[in-house]
């Protein structure tokens, strides 16, 4: 579907919708109706259950979404964290240099100069997608953070969480404190983040409001080798930037076990790089050959990485490959620069009684992305109907529940519904229209399983107390009692693990 179409459908059933849609929208911030909601929270809870279970020493922590200049500075962000953008001489518009360069450049422009990129800005003659005139100016750096007053008029100065890792990175000497002293410790953060973005576009995939799913792992670097017998021969889609540089575009599959053993990455970011590639394949359900491991060159680094691997997906309603995700190996930065900043020796005690500070492995997911991702991937016409092939673990909604009749039936389905959800399966209650109609709103949602209440239900006879099942993916029925029913709905309702051997 074109993203357009897609866009229209998720409004169209109130998954989400343009912030301030009244005043005709606020670019890049959107609103998330019931459906989206629901599907978001399961998605966290996904991104939670597999990520935070990797150890018993990951936790989640739920930090502040200001911070203080203080920490921004230290941190990096008041300095580096800009787009460059450009001006024209003519009509004033503004861009983001990458953006009108597109055409000319689709590998962008990180790492290059204000300079650089002027310049080929004058090579390729680049127009103002505005007005049409060849006057863009020289590129500036322009800081993507919201400062915000920070108490009264004129007293200090804060910032809107740009990334929820700042926070992550705060908290490590009291989360220190108060876990097992012991490295690696994980400390992850699901939040709002802000970016004044120049140029938001795509829908959820460059919003200036957005929600961010963050694990850093704190370790000691000589010593962190989680045991990955369980994907060492994983074959994982690797795109290497020197593979990049000789023109390939296709990725080449390189098992983790190789990756290690030719000294291409460190055991413990092979390790995570796989586990995931595993969750967007076997939790998100993306098929494998639409995934890709994209090595970030030198250049093309964030300023703060050593080792990066952006996760990208094939999505057609974007029309080709984008970013979901990323492992960043941090290295010290991050503890060095807060050790500088706040003036705190932030190292730790190993066990064998070595000051270290420690080393951090970032796990990066942008949630509304994946969202958006799901929705391209699994959201589908199928001939007469439009459904979402959600795995029943995401669906916001897991059982619709529809009385055939509403006063004969309606009775016997609310008792139902009771002892569904006390039973851990919620289920929504649904009697308005045709039972066809019902089903088409209930494939649309994603709902997987849909139960019709009828005469059989609840006349006396060999069926009494029975109801029909349709599955969503199939359109099978089948007739069960209650605990049938459970028996087939709550095992597909739980959340996948990831593999326990690092334990
Ligand atoms: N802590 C590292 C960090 O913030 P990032 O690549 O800037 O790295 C991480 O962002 C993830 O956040 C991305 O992989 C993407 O999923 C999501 N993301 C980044 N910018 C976004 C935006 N403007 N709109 C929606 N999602 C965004």
């Not at 919201?146 to 200090?156: N, Y």
């Not at 699901?190 to 919003?207: D, T």
């Not at 209650?482 to 334990?503: H, I, K, M, Q, W």
Request: hydrophobic share 40%.
């Amino acid at each position: 579907m074109k993203s357009d179409e897609l866009f229209a459908l998720l409004r169209r059933r109130g998954f989400l919708w343009p912030s301030a849609e009244i005043y005709g929208g606020a670019q890049g911030l959107f609103d998330y109706g019931p459906l989206g909601w629901g599907l978001k929270r399961r998605l966290e809870d996904a991104w939670t259950q597999w990520f935070v279970g990797l150890s018993d020493d990951y936790y989640r922590i739920e930090p502040a979404e200001l911070l203080p200049e203080a920490v921004v500075r230290a941190s990096g962000h008041l300095e580096h964290f800009t787009d460059l953008e450009v001006a024209c001489g003519s009509c004033h518009s503004v861009f983001r240099a990458d953006t009108v360069l597109e055409r000319y450049r689709p590998e962008g422009v990180d790492g290059m100069s204000p300079e650089q990129v002027g310049e080929l800005l004058t090579t390729y003659q680049v127009r103002c997608p505005s007005c049409g005139k060849t006057e863009l100016s020289v590129p500036r750096p322009f800081n993507m953070m919201f400062g915000v007053d920070f108490g009264p008029t004129g007293g200090e100065r804060a910032y809107l969480a740009p990334e929820t890792a700042q926070a992550s990175y705060l908290a490590f000497p009291r989360m220190w404190e108060v876990g097992r002293k012991a490295l690696p410790l994980g400390i992850a953060s699901v939040g709002k983040v802000y970016r004044n973005e120049i140029a938001p576009r795509q829908v959820l995939f460059r919003m200036r409001a957005f929600t961010q799913a963050e694990l850093q792992i704190f370790f000691d670097p000589t010593t962190f080798a989680p045991p990955f017998a369980s994907v060492a021969s994983e074959p994982l889609p690797m795109l290497r930037a020197e593979r990049r540089t000789a023109g390939e575009a296709a990725p080449e599959l390189v098992t983790v076990r190789d990756l290690v053993d030719t000294g291409l990455l460190p055991a413990f970011y092979a390790y995570h790089l796989a586990v995931s590639y595993r969750f967007y394949r076997d939790v998100l359900g993306h098929p494998a050959n639409s995934i890709r491991l994209y090595e970030k060159s030198d250049k093309e680094r964030a300023f703060y990485n050593k080792i990066q691997y952006d996760i990208e997906l094939h999505l057609d309603s974007l029309g080709g490959y984008r970013e979901l995700g990323a492992v960043h190996y941090r290295g010290d930065y991050d503890l060095t620069r807060h050790a500088q900043g706040s003036r705190k020796d932030l190292s730790v005690k190993t066990e064998d009684g070595r000051r270290l500070l420690p080393h951090v492995l970032e796990l990066t997911f942008g949630l509304d992305r994946n969202l958006w991702a799901l929705a391209d991937r699994h959201l589908a016409v199928d001939g007469e109907r439009t459904v979402f092939r959600l795995p029943p673990y995401l669906a916001p909604v897991p059982l619709g529940l529809f009385p055939l009749l509403k006063k004969e039936h309606g009775l016997f389905a609310r008792e139902l519904q009771h002892r569904l959800q006390g039973a851990g399966v919620p289920a929504d209650f649904d009697d308005a229209g045709s039972i066809g109609k019902r089903y088409a709103r209930a494939d649309e949602a994603g709902t997987p399983f849909a139960v019709t209440v009828d005469g059989e239900s609840v006349a006396d006879g060999p069926n009494r107390g029975t109801v029909t099942l349709r599955e969503r993916d199939s359109k099978a029925q089948v007739r069960l009692g209650f605990e049938g029913l459970l028996a087939r709905v709550a095992p597909t309702l739980r959340l996948p693990s990831a593999p326990v051997d690092a334990r």
